[in-house]
């Protein structure tokens, strides 16, 4: 046999065999979630909760790296630049794969091309929050009134463009008819310090940063972004139930994986995941820190993530976002 056709054979021959072994030991050491955001926050703690559920389902410890930094991208790219073999993964949110290709159209990667989905891990509802005194705003239909009143009274807090407390902000005004002038801050703690302070009137908050707040008093909730009732607020409403039901979109969350992945190891990986977000302890721990949960079926995950992806690309289109 020629020697090049001979090297070509064998080489073939070695990959066809290399691969199901590689898939059969996998996974033979650890694997790390990268959380493209700073410890804290929902990304993160949902991620720490995932860790622990998915060890267990997969044998190996599970360790989150954060890696924070242009609203996620930095750890995204770095999951990319890690290899494709499943022991890098991504812990992502709706908004970075919807929004920010819309604000980093030069980025390096696209999320819906180079990234395949090993499960929705939850979902976090944000709070509508405002000062319990000063703005005289007890319920939603008053905050609308205030703003209807006059243009550009009210101010309302965003983390930046393309965020959710932004979304949400600007969606309610889309649909109740009023405007207020955004003031970007660098987070959560800084955004609710000036809302209790009366420095700015009303913010879009995660639930878990704010929940606290709210029962100590120091902030009043006017609706909730969910689809019921949260049992930890049970007297906010819905925003349905607020009378704004087309401020309807879930901020949820998801594992990913490189698309150059092994399909045996996306395999694996998503049927352990499977487990790990429907194990009563996982659920039970995410609705303690007021998390919803937010299981998809491995045969209907791809589909799901791209369609709720074009939903959310498609208001941000609408909210004019501009890249960076």
Request: hydrophobic content about 45%; overall charge positive; glycine content about 8%.
């Amino acid at each position: 046999m020629n020697p090049i056709r001979r090297t070509l054979v064998l080489g073939a021959a070695a990959a066809m065999v290399a691969g199901p072994v590689f898939a059969a030991d996998w996974p033979s050491k650890p694997v790390r979630i990268v959380v493209p955001f700073a410890a804290g926050g929902p990304t993160d703690f949902i991620a720490r909760l995932l860790a622990t559920a998915l060890s267990r389902e997969l044998g190996q410890p599970v360790v989150i790296d954060n890696r924070p930094g242009a609203s996620g991208n930095i750890g995204a790219q770095h999951v990319l630049d890690s290899g494709a073999d499943g022991y890098t993964l991504l812990h992502n949110t709706v908004a970075m794969q919807a929004v920010n290709p819309l604000m980093y159209p030069h980025a390096r990667f696209q999320p819906g091309r180079d990234f395949v989905p090993i499960a929705t891990t939850g979902s976090m509802p944000n709070v509508l929050v405002v000062h319990p005194d000063k703005l005289g705003a007890s319920t939603l239909a008053d905050l609308v009134r205030l703003g209807k009143a006059k243009s550009d009274a009210l101010t309302y807090a965003t983390f930046g463009a393309g965020t959710s407390p932004h979304i949400y902000g600007a969606l309610l005004q889309k649909a109740a008819g009023f405007h207020a002038v955004a003031v970007p801050y660098k987070g959560s703690s800084p955004a609710l310090t000036d809302v209790m302070a009366g420095q700015v009137d009303f913010v879009f908050d995660s639930f878990t940063t704010c929940i606290g707040q709210i029962q100590g008093g120091k902030l009043k909730a006017l609706a909730i972004t969910a689809s019921q009732r949260s049992p930890m607020l049970p007297d906010v409403p819905t925003l349905k139930e607020a009378g704004y039901p087309s401020v309807d979109l879930k901020f949820w969350f998801s594992l990913q994986a490189s698309a150059q992945t092994p399909k045996p190891v996306v395999d694996r990986l998503r049927a352990a995941a499977a487990k790990a977000v429907n194990d009563p302890e996982y659920v039970a721990a995410l609705r303690n820190r007021g998390a919803e949960p937010m299981p998809t079926r491995p045969d209907q995950l791809v589909d799901f993530v791209r369609h709720d992806t074009e939903r959310w690309t498609k208001v941000a289109r609408g909210l004019g976002i501009q890249p960076e």
